[in-house]
């Protein structure tokens, strides 16, 4: 219990609280999971362990606002991809696509959909609403974890994948999937705009279904219709929806990408701010410190292809004649899977199979495996897709290094990782985000103070989640902490070598708890579910 762990004195280190004060050298102690004193340096009597972090930094443990951990957090007891980072807490159910609620006819489908994200480790997954899977995290986990309620599982469990409106009835069964996963602790609901089956709602159709969100003081978390050619529009889509639903909005991976929107940030950051202004809306928004994406490689197909599930994508892509027109409209006029920008093969990049046979695809662009294969990138696309019945996952390279920087400088701006830790070579964001941003942001370039990015990775967090008690170093809050070196933190991880990883993290806690400690992972799970409070 922890209520039973002895005193923990945190001696010689600077702590950086979470809040954006100035960084002050001070003695931390904890008790029972908490902090329990925070007196000047040396001022500390206690019976229990001193730890002497002379010389580093004593900041809150950082929460991922976006995690693709769903699985890895039962599967994998290290986690060492977020643990080693410094990660305490996680919020999964992202992009509209998760593990629960599912039915008996959707898990496997959507299992299937998101392997690219998730991969198919195979733990106990006989549950089936989000208190369920949330009961599964309290055995014991690596890191705490907080959920959303998948818009695509509730579409699919109600409509399936057709592309048409729900009917009156279809709409109040879907508000009470939302409902009930809302009164089991979700913090509220993802949408995967860009989709499959979530692509085929209605902006009104999304209203409806927040308010059960509203009512339980949730919010709304977008994955939103395009990021390329319509990026701005689609932005304030997302402000609009909140709006009328009356939730606060969080924009999950605030990217501003391809080369049509260079510079273009600084428009998508002025709409959050007028309606910050103007309509009293409560606007948050998350991003990684890359500038390419990641997904899987089915993503940029029509929607229309997609509709009916898995099977029904695959036996169109046999048919020569739909192939041709899912070429012509992939590669010529963009599609809504890939934000209405037609695709430039020399940016995506295979990162990960389901069938090992295929692994002579991962690390190589599809326009080089095309020209060494001797055919059309866009026929060697359809082929991949179809041999590896969809499973593969790919990295897009399509950011803006310019608005990457603005963003991040945003007073409503957290951090998420986005990060995949499946596949042989997967985006380097799921091991180093966090390192990165106070390595490279901070330490090297400057963008950010170190007081403000931590808050950032902290207490802005924190406060979407409705916690009072983590994110910040108070006494009082929850022992989630991460103990580093500001001279050396950085990420080790690279495109080249994405699982490497990163230096200057000496120590983290979770609940009081060492999960590293002198920079290794140990056994501990301590890791709990961080369930919404209702009422």
Known sequence: MRSEQPETVLTGGRVVDGTGSPARAADVVLAGGRVSHILPPGAARSTGEYVDVGGLVVAPGFIDMHAHSDLAVLADPAHEAKVLQGVTLEVVGQDGLGYAPVTE???????????????????DRSWRGVGEYLDLVDRGAPVNVACLVPHGNVRMAVIGDEDRPPTPAETERMRAIVA????????????????????????????????????????????????????????????????????????????????????????????VDEATVRYGLDVTLDSYPYTASATYLAAPLPGWVQEGGAAATLGRLRDPGIRARVRHEVE???????????????????????????SWAVGSSVAALAESRGVRPGELFLDLLVADELRSGCLMEVGNEENVRTVMRHSSHTGGSDGILVGDRPHPRGWGTFPRYLGHYVRELGVLSLEECVRHLTSRAARRLGLTDRGVVHVGAVADLVVFDPDTVAAGATYDQPRRAPVGVEHVLVGGEFTVRDGRRTDRLPGRSVRRRVG
Not at 105 to 123: F, M, V
Not at 332 to 358: F, Q, R, S
């Open 105 to 123: 006819a959707t898990a496997d489908e959507i299992g299937t959909r998101i392997a690219a994200w998730n991969g198919t480790p195979d733990p």
């Open 332 to 358: 010529v006029e963009g599609t809504d899977g890939n934000h209405g920008v037609p695709v430039d093969w020399a940016t995506v990049v295979v990162t990960g199979v389901g069938d090992p046979a295929l």
């Open 180 to 271: 009930r996963g809302m009164a089991e602790g979700a913090h509220g609901l993802s949408t995967g705009l860009t989709y499959a089956p979530a692509m085929y709602a209605t902006d009104d159709e999304i209203v409806d279904l927040l308010e059960p969100v509203r009512v339980a003081r949730g919010y709304y978390c977008p994955h939103h219709r395009n990021y390329g050619s319509r990026v701005v529009e689609s932005y304030q889509e997302c402000l609009d929806v909140a709006r009328r639903a009356h939730v606060p909005l969080h924009l999950a991976h605030c990217h501003v990408n391809y080369p049509c929107n260079r510079g273009r940030a600084p428009e998508v950051l002025d709409a």
